[in-house]
Each structure stands twice: as structure tokens, then as C-alpha cells.
């Protein structure tokens, strides 16, 4: 069965700080989504990639970058953290493009203070 | 610009009736609509999906309906049952359109009461 594993599950960071979220799968798929889930907006797409050492914006990216040094782990970054930023932030795998299955991982809660 | 969009936000119906949760969108390009259910306090995961070479798309007590011409498209839950309270999202994609990307409108949550 599809697995992606997030780390961590939630964090609380200071305005202003650096937040690493990591995702890991063990799929074998070759794309990768981190999106960002706020209560009335669904789920938002902040950056992607289909191929490792290569990333592209998505929807919402201002604020954040992301890296995908190999085919299995792709992390989101936050370098000046934000109020703004709080959410519940959700990485996903799908074998190819978004018309295949997206697999999602368990989410990660995070509170900027 | 929501260029997909549910209706309604939140949805109660009484076990064993039908639930109908609606769904449009903007772009014609769009040819892949799958839905996503999400539990509380959990990821969200594929139930169904349809691409317009069809109308309709049914796996069990959940149906999709699909108006190309309306650009609309409605989940149908027969017979339902407390176990189907959940956020349900709508999504499109267009493979040749956006790089592909899915974009999702911002859910139907739905309760059963028993």
C-alpha cells in the first residue's frame, strides 16, 4: 500500500523563524505535492515536483520553497515564518500527474506564534 | 477566481436518505474530476472519479453525475449511513492545461445523523 510519512505531525514556531516541514514515500512515484488546508478554502497547492533536484510553484507559493534532493523526500520550507502561515500542511504522492491517485500523508499541524 | 466551486458547505441528511453534494467549475479545459472524502483528523483519500467521456460514474452507493454542457457536476450517496460523515472535495485537472494541476474547491461537510 501507497505510504507517505510526514514529519513532524505538528510544530508551533515563532514569527519570524525557520520551519522545515519532510515528507518521505515509499511509492516509488514520481510526483509530489505539498498543499496547505485552511478551514473554507479546501485544499491549496503550494509547490510540486515530478522529478528529483526540481521543484515548481503551485498555486499559493509566495512564502515558502521547497527541495526534492531524491525521488523519495520532498520538504517544504518556510524561512520567516508567519501568522499567516498557520495550517494544517499535507504532502502527497501520485504515480505520475494529477490525473492519477493522489496519496496523501498523515498532515502536519502548524502554529505560528 | 474559485474556479471550482461546492455547494452547499455543509450538508445533514438522515440515515438511509440520499445525499446530493454539488460541483462547477470555470474552465471547459478540465477532463478528470475526482472526489476526495476526508475524515476528521484524517488525510483526505480518492473516493470516485469521472472524465467527460462519460455522464456517470458509480462505485456502490456513490454515484457521480456529470453535465459537460453546465460545466456542473453533482455526488449522489444512496442509502446513507453515519460512516459517510465527511468532508467531501470536488476536484478538476486538465491534462494539457494549468501543468496539469488539480485543483481542488473547498468541501462539503456532510453528517448523518442515525
Known amino acids: 500500500e501507497a505510504a507517505v510519512t510526514q514529519s513532524p505531525r505538528s510544530k508551533v514556531a515563532v514569527t519570524g523563524g525557520k520551519v522545515t516541514l519532510s515528507c518521505h514515500q515509499t511509492?516509488?512515484?514520481?510526483?509530489m505535492y505539498w498543499y496547505r488546508q485552511d478551514t473554507g478554502h479546501g485544499l491549496r497547492l503550494i509547490h510540486y515536483s515530478y522529478v528529483a533536484d526540481s521543484t515548481e510553484k503551485g498555486d499559493i507559493p509566495d512564502g515558502y520553497k521547497a527541495s526534492r534532493p531524491s525521488q523519495e523526500n520532498f520538504s517544504l520550507i518556510l524561512e520567516l515564518a508567519s501568522l499567516s502561515q498557520t495550517a494544517v500542511y499535507f504532502c502527497a504522492s501520485s504515480l505520475r500527474g494529477s490525473q492519477n491517485t493522489l496519496y496523501f500523508g498523515a498532515g502536519t499541524r502548524l502554529s505560528v506564534l | 477566481q474559485q474556479q471550482v466551486r461546492q455547494s452547499p458547505q455543509s450538508l445533514t441528511v438522515w440515515e438511509g436518505e440520499t445525499a446530493i453534494l454539488n460541483c462547477s467549475y470555470e474552465d471547459s479545459t478540465f477532463d478528470y474530476f475526482p472526489w476526495y472524502w476526508q475524515f476528521p483528523r484524517e488525510s483526505p483519500a480518492l473516493l470516485i472519479a469521472?472524465?467527460?467521456?462519460?455522464n456517470k460514474k458509480e462505485d456502490g452507493r456513490f454515484t457521480i453525475f456529470f453535465n459537460k454542457r453546465e460545466k456542473k457536476l453533482s455526488l449522489h450517496i444512496t442509502d446513507s449511513q453515519p460512516g459517510d460523515s465527511a468532508t467531501y472535495f470536488c476536484a478538476a485537472s486538465a491534462v494539457n492545461y494549468n501543468q496539469g494541476k488539480l485543483i481542488f474547491g473547498q468541501g462539503t461537510k456532510l453528517s448523518i445523523k442515525p
Open positions: 511509492n516509488n512515484h514520481d510526483y
Open positions: 469521472i472524465r467527460p467521456v462519460s
